[in-house]
T-cell receptor, first 114, second 115 residues
Framework: NAGVTQTPKFQVLKTGQSMTLQCAQDMNHEYMSWYRQDPGMGLRLIHYSVGAGITDQGEVPNGYNVSRSTTEDFPLRLLSAAPSQTSVYFC?????????????FGSGTQLSVL | AQTVTQSQPEMSVQEAETVTLSCTYDTSESNYYLFWYKQPPSRQMILVIRQEAYKQQNATENRFSVNFQKAAKSFSLKISDSQLGDTAMYFCAFTKNNAGNMLTFGGGTRLMVKP
């Protein structure tokens, strides 16, 4: 099993550019989420989804959009990148959103916004 | 809102020794889950151990064990017989019951195991 796959692994953007961070899982997980990791602040939840067609905001949603058209994919969109969005981004999924199941993490995307 | 605090930004330990990483949290919930995650230089997030708040017994996974003090809202991680492969960032995390997997993380402790 591939598990949770994130692409790209590294990306450099200029301020104002847009891009999409891809996340795909092949475990038929209902729950998917995006976190950002900043030094000294741990990981913070950006958006999450409890199933196809259902998304909601986490702790730090501003500047990010998500959609969930299929069970497998949960892309994160930056419409107009800002230097404050320089971070490492993690996608995570679990079988069920209703219980505290084990989270499976992708390997992360390191994003730099110049 | 819940908060998780890790007061030790960096720690070091000699190989084969024991080290304890501290974590405190603040919540008004009575039922919740606590976790320790390990992040080695590869950046992969690895679940080390999990504790359910309603369980009195402290969780143990091989060389890793926790000291869960619910009244004090403390959740420390003890690593016994430290190995070079334990060198990593360690994150403490919290989620309340029936909150799905919406984790609140602490800021992390960077652990260096020295030969």
């Amino acid at each position: 099993n591939a598990g949770v796959t994130q692409t790209p692994k590294f990306q450099v953007l200029k301020t104002g550019q847009s891009m999409t961070l891809q996340c795909a899982q092949d475990m038929n997980h209902e729950y998917m989420s995006w976190y950002r990791q900043d030094p000294g602040m741990g990981l913070r939840l950006i958006h999450y989804s409890v199933g196809a067609g259902i998304t909601d905001q986490g702790e730090v949603p501003n500047g990010y959009n998500v959609s969930r058209s299929t069970t497998e994919d949960f892309p994160l969109r930056l419409l107009s990148a800002a230097p404050s969005q320089t971070s490492v981004y993690f996608c995570a999924s679990s079988y069920s959103p209703a219980t505290n199941e084990k989270l499976f993490f992708g390997s992360g995307t390191q994003l730099s916004v110049l | 809102a819940q908060t998780v605090t890790q007061s030790q930004p960096e720690m070091s330990v000699q190989e084969a020794e024991t080290v304890t990483l501290s974590c405190t949290y603040d919540t008004s919930e009575s039922n919740y889950y606590l976790f320790w995650y390990k992040q080695p230089p590869s950046r992969q997030m690895i679940l080390v151990i999990r504790q359910e708040a309603y369980k009195q017994q402290n969780a143990t996974e091989n060389r890793f064990s926790v000291n869960f003090q619910k009244a004090a809202k403390s959740f420390s991680l003890k690593i016994s017989d430290s190995q070079l492969g334990d060198t990593a960032m360690y994150f403490c995390a919290f989620t309340k019951n029936n909150a799905g997997n919406m984790l609140t993380f602490g800021g992390g402790t960077r652990l260096m195991v020295k030969p």
